[in-house]
């Protein structure tokens, strides 16, 4: 494929970028006012609002309720039978990820860092938008029992790198069980490749962290004590990170499907006196509730996925529905691009599998990841004084037939059905007039001239 | 026993009196009146509103206002319910897959690349657990086909329910998975080209491109001439391969021609009209761009799941999820699917996809009953809710395509199915632990 073509394609992204963000800019009140008025509200935190207004000031919620109307100069967005809900947390994803999200050569990897490697150029962050998602937790894979740190943001699409950190979310760190490290083990010859394994790494980590922690709290006892000959010990980037995580400076996100190997972490973390903040997938939560919700671990699952592997042979939709009933909490979690995009109606299986309310199921997207995330403070719910991270949508969301029409993140719009309209248009005409350029300017004899069927990029699975 | 019934007369003969009653009522059940339902008939009688749907040995035999109820039929009351046919799921590989990752348990794609005699129904397993999960959401019959190569096998049409193969083939051969080589692109995922070795420059993959398709129409070519040759002499040597091709040539046999991108599909209409085959496309996901082309010849598609990420870069967002309402606009005749077969319970969602984006909600559901019923050439039997047809029915408590709606009651040739599941055990074990 001529280079040329590729260059032309980033170009033709980069305006189609700015066309997007000068739109949004151009729908704002200039006062930084909005009014959506006249809309079903779904809260989340405190029930609906039948034909309820949202006053968004400066990015943030100011008023939500049934009688509010818009001050001079405020922009009016009328949601006359339309729905607003949260935007949507997808608390297990692998979007906006340049070159890999598995550093698997080694069994701990605490020292890399998704955040160094966000690519905010990837289109599934808008296609994420216009499925209503508003933030995303981006991770590190699970080739490895300590992966990566992971990155929480917000999909400001058109911003840069930096634009997309979610600013002061609590950091984490990815850890692993079962079958993916076992099987990057095996494959690569790299301990460990039994389950057992895993545990003596983990374990042997936390003992070297935890020795780490000690000496540097020793080194500044004696700083503090005016020491003069003190010597610092060396820094160790690999186990910066667990030490953050003993100090529970540092949330810990742990794949894990099998019980077994879900209540080995639980001893772990309890034998060093951390806490499990998720067990992402946790397709056998279900079966350890009552450990689970006793040590306060947030199951990140899947709405229906199973029996894609044997780990996975006794996965069941209900997983989310018996969390909550037996009084933990749980999150529907995408681990795809795909899957992201419906994350509301993933969450409404759990209302046909294990009869949870609108409510409950409407959370397993919002309001638990924000939780699980320690950001909901921030967003999750529509309450005054959070983010203006809002969704509106033609049908309630936890139907079928629901179609997102605005997603809107800090009061501004990222995605808009109408101007998607127009814009595809556009990007269908300077596509053709590229393609034409791209046929005149190619060397003649040889290749096949334009070449769209080489742009088809290969479907992404679940990555886990 | 023989001492048992000489001692105890009585006691034995009213064992075998209630042992004859049950056989009896056993015998009865098998008439079944749905009574005051919503019927969705999706034939041309359309919905009827507070109607009944009668059920004699496995077969529908009467719909309408009023009905005669047959002596000692079984009455199901269907007030504020509804019933439609059960959902056909005209692509996958359901029964010849459990676990995927696990390789001892996949029967989906063997060595070669020309294998017509391979059948899906002899590697099918009846007792597959996800069989149960997939039908207790509506879907009754589903393709289960083989994959890899250029001729895959035979693909078989199974309802999904039934202690043996046997019991549940609808076709043992519903259709010969052709795959012509493809160009390059637009595969990553099941259902696409064969992809092709080695060749650094484009030429190269063109050539053996050709050099594939120039084996198969010889293939076929040769099947023709075996026809003949057996006919004019019964004693001509059998050729297995052969003979699972000899229907394809006469155009007796569908041909699934497994093609993507617009320049695949286009080719695989062209091969499929010169070399004369009964054909439809499977695939289709840029079939939109050709919709012109398939309404002309008259090609219907039965297509990938449409829940599914654009294929390309700068292709809309909704690319995927539009497509079932371009084809609909442009008169072309499609089955939806969700083949994977973990996922075949998923497939009124992508009817409620198609419908979100687009689609009307008539055209939404047959998608899913009597279209695929159509493509696959058993419209006759399955698909829509009408006397004379295979009591495939479910019953509901509100719209088919909804995430929330209920399954209450499932007929699967006339059978009251049990609604339980692997899933549904696991879920009652562990919410009774304390």
Known sequence: ?464 | MAKSSQRYPILFISMAVLAAALFLSAADNRAYVIQNVKVNTLSSAGILDRASVVVVDGKITQVGKTVKVPAGAQIIKGDGLEVYPGMINAWGNIGLTEVPAVDVMNDTTDLGTFKPQLLAFSAFHPASELIPVARVNGITTAISAPSGGIIAGQASLLHLDGWTADEMAVLKSAGMVITLPSLGGGRGGRGGGTALPGGTQATDAARAQQQQISELSELLEKTRHYVKAREANPATERDRALDALAPVVKGQLTAFMQAQTARDIRNAVEFAKKENLKFVIQGGREANKVADLLKKENVMVILDSIVALPTRQDDPYDARFTLPKELAAAGVKFALTSPSAADVRNLPYEAGFAQAYGLSHEEALKAVTIYPAEILGVADRIGTIEPGKIADLVVTDGDLLEIRTQVKNLFIAGKDVSLETKHTLLYKKYMDRK
């Open chain 1, 1 to 464: 494929m001529p280079n040329r073509f590729k260059i032309h394609i980033k170009i033709l992204f980069i305006l189609a970028v700015l066309a997007m963000v000068c739109a949004a800019w151009a729908q704002m009140g200039s006062s930084g006012v909005v009014l959506i008025k006249d809309a079903t509200i779904l809260t989340v935190s405190h029930g609906n609002i039948a034909k309820g207004s949202i006053l968004i000031r400066d990015g943030k919620i100011a008023a939500v309720g049934p009688n509010l109307t818009a001050p001079a100069g405020a922009a009016v967005i009328d949601a006359t039978g339309q729905f607003v809900m949260p935007g949507i947390i997808d608390p297990h994803s692998h979007i906006a990820i340049a070159g890999g999200i598995n550093e698997g050569t080694l069994a701990v990897t605490s020292m890399v860092a998704i955040e160094d490697v966000l690519d905010p150029t990837d289109i599934n962050i808008y296609r994420e938008l216009a499925g209503g998602v508003t933030t995303t937790l981006t991770m590190h894979g699970s080739a490895n029992p300590i992966g990566g740190t992971n990155a929480v943001i917000k999909l400001r699409w058109g911003k840069d790198a930096k634009g997309l950190l979610f600013k002061g979310a609590k950091p984490t760190l990815k850890f692993a069980l079962g079958e993916n490290v076992k099987r990057s083990g095996a494959a690569a010859t790299r301990y460990p490749a039994t389950r057992m394994g895993t545990e003596d790494v983990i374990r042997t980590a936390f003992i070297e962290a935890r020795d780490y922690m000690r000496a540097w709290d020793e080194y500044k006892k004696r700083v503090a004590a005016s020491d003069k000959i003190a010597i610092p010990p060396k820094k160790d980037l690999k186990l910066e990170p667990l030490v953050e995580v003993l100090r529970g400076e540092r949330t810990t996100n742990v794949h894990g499907y099998r019980a077994d190997e879900m209540l080995m972490m639980l001893r772990l973390a309890d034998e060093f006196g951390f806490k499990v903040n998720s067990f992402e997938h946790g397709l056998e939560a279900y079966k350890i509730a009552k450990e689970i919700v006793a040590h306060g671990a947030i199951v990140s699952t899947f709405s229906d996925g199973w029996a894609y592997k044997i780990e996975a042979y006794d996965s069941i939709p209900y997983n989310a529905a018996i969390i909550t009933r037996k009084g933990g909490m749980a999150c529907i979690n995408s681990d795809s691009a795909e899957e992201a995009r419906h994350l509301n109606q993933e969450a409404a299986k759990t209302m046909k599998y294990g009869g949870l309310s609108e409510q409950e199921a409407l959370a397993l997207v919002t309001l638990n990841p924000a939780k699980e995330l320690r950001i909901d403070d921030r967003v999750g719910a529509i309450d005054p004084g959070k983010d203006a991270d809002l969704v509106i949508w033609n049908h309630h969301p936890l139907s079928v037939y629901a179609v997102a029409q605005k997603t809107m993140i800090d009061g501004e719009i990222y995605f808009d059905i109408q101007k998607d309209q127009e814009m595809r248009k556009r990007t269908e005409e300077e596509r053709k007039s590229l393609e034409a350029l791209d046929k005149k300017n190619a060397p003649q004899g040889r290749g096949r001239g334009s070449a769209p069927d080489n742009f088809i990029n290969k479907i992404p699975h679940r990555q886990d």
